[in-house]
């Protein structure tokens, strides 16, 4: 007789409850928000909370972010399944996977060796062929695989990166958190448009660990204190939870 997986059931729950009764509509990422196997990139001991409605750590002070953020952010990129895809901030490799469900290929980033080595064997694992892990500074892009038809950065940056609107093919679009004197930071999507007229706009406001490295933040500004208050609520603030 075949086993029930029982991950399957609060999966379920989790893209109905959690995701599309907050506005995720768009129908390719609830498919792969419901495909994915959140409780695979989650420590052992956390997996039954793998579809709470929160960030959970993984190690290194870091951790895998909100369902709601991960699909909100795929969202806003407007996917339609042909694109070159590059992630900064690896983490777990969950947010890699969902947008592998739906892209050609994905190219992410990761600062920390440590979780850009288990993220790498998660993947391989789990069958996750057209994803390739790099270890280095996310803020200044990946070349070798550039122009990109979208980019999604998982951690704060004081201001858009130049190296990754460089990067970034006329027409791509760019979603990540920036530093904003209004409510701390914002989630913001670029559109890179024709000699150099961008579109940005705010999405909503968050709460991310800081994107360190050339274009980011400097490597001692999560040793003086400045953005630990809420590390890992990856969460909007306000009436969306």
Request: net charge neutral; glycine share 10%.
């Amino acid at each position: 007789m075949k086993s029930i997986n029982p991950y399957v059931g609060p999966r379920d729950r989790m893209v109905l409850e959690q995701l599309a009764a907050r506005g995720v509509s768009d129908p390719r990422v609830l498919d792969a928000m419901r495909h994915v196997a959140r409780e695979a990139f989650v420590p052992e001991e956390l997996r039954q909370a793998a579809y709470s409605d929160q960030p959970l750590p993984i190690g290194e002070g870091q951790t895998i972010s909100q369902p709601y953020i991960v699909a909100a952010m795929a969202e806003a990129l407007g996917l339609r399944g042909d694109e070159n895809i590059l992630e900064i901030g690896t983490g777990s490799g969950y947010d890699a996977a969902v947008l592998a469900h739906i892209a050609r290929a994905v190219h992410t980033i990761e600062r920390i060796p440590s979780l850009a080595r288990r993220a790498r064997e998660t993947l391989r694992r789990l069958g996750y062929e057209s994803v390739e892990v790099i270890e280095g500074d996310g803020s200044v892009g990946w070349r070798p695989a550039a122009p990109y038809d979208a980019i999604v950065a998982t951690a704060e940056a004081p201001r858009i990166p130049p190296s990754l609107r460089a990067q970034l093919r006329p027409g791509g679009r760019l979603v990540m958190p920036v530093a904003d004197p209004s409510c701390g930071q914002a989630l913001v999507r670029m559109i890179r448009g024709d000699n150099g007229h961008d579109r940005v706009e705010s999405i909503l406001p968050v709460r991310f660990v800081p994107l360190i490295g050339i274009e980011g933040w400097p490597d001692d500004r999560t040793s003086s204190g400045q953005t630990r208050e809420g590390e890992g609520l990856h969460r909007p603030f306000g009436g969306h939870r």
